[in-house]
């Protein structure tokens, strides 16, 4: 599969707790997102990396969030001292270098990781 | 008020009926995206446009890039339709996706 994957696809853990999602893109693209959904809502953009440099932060990143692309390639996404309202499915999307994308901007999504703080 | 305003919310069809969604942006945008989404969380993308129109199988999607507006049709609707379609935006430097909230459609047999 040359998809985008996530692991965990599931994660349940109790508030206070630290979680670490990771993403590993499609293998040519150095273009990655990080979003948001809470249930009933659309995605929100958290943070955008370009090869390994974040580019972009959301507000919505506080500063329990930390996100890395060491390398360039897979990412990962930390929260810190949950709280409940860090429940939300965690999304990741790859895009194709711009010089390959054109003006549009196709992103490709991976499954998700449910995130559950109890 | 939201950047990316969807109608409707919920929309339930006959099998075989036309649906249309909506959307409306108020920002500047590189393209305007169509996606839908599964129960369990996958993203497919099903259209990106910047100007007029587009065709895939039954489904259509159109852009008005004057009025900031853009539908997105289904002729003979089936059950296999069911699931929620959102629109979104890509805005800004990143190009990062601004979403609409999503229509739930169920289409009922």
């Known amino acids: 599969d040359t998809g985008v994957s996530q692991n965990p696809r599931h994660k349940i853990t109790k508030r206070g707790q630290n979680v670490t999602f990771r993403c590993d893109p499609i293998s040519e693209h150095n273009r990655l997102y990080w979003y948001r959904q809470t249930l009933g809502q659309g995605p929100e953009f958290l943070t955008y990396?370009?090869?390994?440099?974040?580019?972009?932060k959301s507000r919505l990143l506080s500063d329990r969030f930390s996100a890395e692309r060491p390398k360039g390639s897979f990412s990962t996404l930390e929260i810190q001292r949950t709280e409940q309202g860090d429940s939300a499915m965690y999304l990741c999307a790859s895009s194709p270098p711009f010089r390959l994308a054109g003006v549009y901007n196709e992103q490709f999504f991976g499954p998700g990781t449910r995130l559950t703080v109890l | 008020k939201n950047e990316v305003e969807q109608s409707p919310q919920n929309l339930t069809a006959q099998e075989g009926e036309f649906i249309t969604i909506n959307c409306s942006y108020s920002v500047g945008i590189s393209a305007l995206h169509w996606l839908q989404q599964h129960p369990g969380g996958g993203i497919v993308s099903l259209f990106m446009?910047?100007?007029g129109k587009k065709k895939h199988g039954r489904l259509i999607a159109t852009i008005n890039i004057q009025e900031k507006h853009s539908s997105l049709h289904i002729t003979a609707s089936h059950p296999r339709d069911s699931a929620v379609y959102i629109c979104?935006?890509?805005?800004?430097?990143?190009?990062?996706?601004?979403f609409g909230t999503g229509t739930l459609l169920a289409v009922q047999p």
């Open positions: 446009l910047s100007s």
């Open positions: 990396f370009q090869n390994e440099a974040q580019l972009e």
């Open positions: 979104a935006v890509s805005s800004g430097a990143t190009n990062k996706l601004i």
